[in-house]
């Protein structure tokens, strides 16, 4: 659902289409209107990263569904005219890097422009001087923001790892909106905490011939966007089909751009989410104001960030299911990059396939979790005390008959209640580690537990190993309301010592190195358990003789945690928020003090309906396939865009995750 925003220090309507770069290319190739020869797909093209250090490499990064022919395509810089270059590939996969070195070199205060093999202008970006040392990155892949990268380059795959951990505020700014139609408008927002001022700040087109114009000279009123704010105005040098409109500050470093194709803009492209996500063709403009994103999702590429779509699905209710539209929503936190992988997202399972004798309505599916041992295996907990182990085939995720074809019914301790089974993770003993909030028998009361299954005991319900009883840390959730009751333990994700001693992490409860070996009893990792309450983690160390050691709380920065999984790919710990946050996921690292701490955020693919996306799982970094590998949600609430889509019903989306 559409982000709320502030709306104040919105300038003049009308704008321009603004893209990657803002100096003129004087006596280059102009940019012709795209003729037959452009392939399909050419906007979703983008530069994703350049370096003008010693190799003078590009990368091009496809935001697309599908793949892009990029045959006879050229470059140019400031100083030369088009030249053709010697890519990794001639074809770009969706989704997918192409590398090259500039056949010219490149240097300080430089720009770099790409052309189709008819001339039409691609994408261009610019920089000052060292900006691209050691690389100049986009921060997400293909529709981020521009900034110099805090690392070694990363070329050939996800920039994620080379980004700073804090962007500057001046590249918050994005464009949000822009109009072809006529208007000309563009619009430009602010998803910072402070205000940008934009005075200096400069805009073009396509058209190599066409000077760049300051935004003040077209709009005098607008000077800053306010944090949270927008700005608009109209272009003066026109906008049409096949263009690109490239914003540049006032040094002439590229802030954001986009690029469309015909009727691309009409009756606008916007992002969606708001201020973050894809470009997609509006049901209708929204200048000055959030983006409705209420369009036909098809748009035309732009932003380098493609549109993506929303695949498979459809199949009739079985009785008794009813899905239930999400409760409550928040705003996406600034700063939040857009998903940086696949835009496509595929329905993946079928329709009302989590039914159940205690959960007869479908829904409440929730965590989910690789099993790194056999990451063919996909496992999921239901609130309603059901344990599933997942299997993929014909591309959807199904309850595996071997083990269950029905899943299993989980207890308490001695067989007893019926835990209310919200997060879970595979430990390294390969036994599933179940968070539950309370008994369902017993809905008004706490019960925040972390409970060990043996995946391999037989039977159709299974009883925990261990348990561990936590519940006495949280008196606030303890009112006797069963709301309360059930803002516990939502998720839980294991975390192996080796992460935690390899980067540093300080042991809270001794302010020195984490040692394992002070623990003897706790096995050879931490779990992470996420509390709904507030969006905090709390650390454990869950000991053999039922004890657990208690390490202390971690701020996640976000308002609620839905669910936790630590990524071998990124060797991040992730913390997922649903609607309540914006559909985000925080990545985590140990900082140089040695404390877990946010490093970045990222939004669900555009394309993904905004509900009660409580689960997360991404594949382990052994699955990856031509640089990706599958990202994996579950909808609690089995509404995807409600009745009559082909999504109602599902509970399981699959996408792609750089690897």
């Known amino acids: 659902m559409p982000t709320s925003h502030s709306r104040a220090g919105v300038a003049s309507a009308c704008a321009t289409a603004l893209t990657l770069s803002g100096l003129l290319l004087t006596g280059m190739l102009a940019a012709q209107p795209a003729a037959a020869a452009d392939p399909a797909g050419y906007p ?29 395509w050229k470059m140019s810089d400031d100083s030369f005219s088009p030249q053709s270059f010697s890519p990794s590939s001639g074809t770009i996969p969706a989704g997918g890097f192409v590398t090259f070195n500039s056949p010219k070199g490149l240097g300080d205060s430089d720009k770099l422009v790409i052309y189709t093999s008819s001339g039409t202008v691609v994408d261009r970006v610019e920089w000052a001087t060292d900006k691209a040392k050691p690389a100049m990155v986009r921060c997400g892949d293909g529709s981020g923001t521009w900034v110099t990268a805090a690392s070694a380059s990363t070329f050939g795959a996800s920039n994620a790892s080379g980004c700073p951990s804090s962007i500057p505020a001046a590249s918050r700014a994005r ?3 822009v109009t072809s139609n006529g208007s000309d408008t563009v619009e430009l927002y602010n998803g910072g905490t402070s205000a940008v001022s934009i005075g200096s700040w400069k805009y073009v087109d396509s058209d190599t011939s066409h000077a760049p ?142 039914t159940t004798s205690t959960g007869p309505e479908g829904r409440d599916l929730s965590g989910l979790a690789f099993d790194p041992a056999n990451p063919s295996v996909l496992w999921a907990a239901k609130n309603k005390n059901w344990l599933y182990k997942l299997v993929k085939s014909n591309g959807k995720w199904i309850p595996d008959a071997t083990w269950s074809a029905t899943g299993k019914q989980i ?34 009361a706490p019960k925040d537990t972390i409970l060990e299954f043996d995946p391999s005991a037989t039977g159709s319900t299974l009883s925990p190993v261990h348990q561990w009883d936590m519940t006495s840390q949280f008196p606030q959730l303890d009112t006797g309301s069963k709301d309360d009751a059930n803002l516990g333990f939502e998720g839980v994700g294991y975390v ?57 709380r971690i701020v996640t920065g976000k308002a609620s945690v839905m669910d936790v999984t630590f990524d071998d790919g990124t060797q991040r710990l992730v913390a997922t928020c649903d609607n309540t946050c914006g559909e985000t996921h925080t990545f985590m690292k140990v900082n ?12 669900n693919p555009a394309v993904m309906p905004a509900d009660n996306l409580e689960g997360f799982a991404i594949a382990p970094a052994a699955t990856c396939v031509n640089g990706f590998r599958e990202a994996v949600w579950s909808d609690d609430g089995i509404y995807g865009f409600g009745s009559g889509s082909s999504s109602y019903g599902h509970t399981l989306y699959s996408g792609t995750f750089p690897c």
């Not at 994103?293 to 098809?298: D, E, K, V």
């Not at 308490?412 to 993770?425: I, Q, R, W, Y």
């Not at 140089?592 to 939004?603: C, E, R």
Request: glycine share 16%; hydrophobic share 30%.
């Open 175 to 177: 464009i949000n909106e």
């Open 411 to 444: 207890r308490f301790a001695g067989g007893s209640g019926e835990p209310d089974a919200e997060g879970l993770t595979v430990g390294s003993n390969g036994h599933i580690y179940v968070t539950s909030e309370r008994d369902n028998t017993k809905n008004t």
């Open 213 to 354: 114009v300051s935004i003040s000279s077209s709009s005098p009123s607008a000077t800053s966007i306010p944090a949270g704010g927008y700005v608009t105005f109209n272009s003066t040098i026109g906008l049409g089909d096949n263009d690109s409109v490239f914003l540049v500050d006032s040094s002439g470093n590229t802030i954001d751009s986009v690029t469309w194709a015909t009727d691309g803009a009409k009756p606008s492209d916007e992002r969606c989410a708001n201020g973050t996500g894809s470009f997609r063709t509006a049901a209708t403009a929204t200048p000055g104001s959030a983006n409705s994103c209420s369009g036909s999702g098809g748009g035309t590429g732009g932003g380098g960030t493609g549109t993506g779509q929303l695949l498979g699905g459809g199949g009739s209710l079985t009785s008794g299911c009813t899905p239930e539209a999400p409760s409550g929503s928040g705003s996406t936190p600034s700063g939040t990059l857009a998903w940086p992988g696949g835009l496509d997202v595929t329905v993946a399972d079928n329709v009302c396939a989590f």
């Open 496 to 552: 192996p010592d080796s992460w935690l001693t390899a980067n540093g992490w300080v042991d809270p409860l001794t302010g020195a190195a984490y040692n394992p070996a002070s623990y003897p009893l706790h096995g050879s990792g931490l779990f992470f358990a996420g509390l709904e309450w507030d969006g905090s983690l709390h650390v454990y160390g869950l000991n053999s003789d039922g004890n657990f050691t208690t390490f202390g």
């Open 592 to 603: 140089a003090s040695g404390a877990i701490v946010p490093d970045v955020t990222y939004t």
């Open 44 to 72: 979703n093209v983008r530069i994703n990263e350049v370096t003008s250090s010693n190799s003078d490499t590009v990368e091009l990064y496809n935001t697309g569904s599908t793949a892009v022919s990029i045959s006879g």
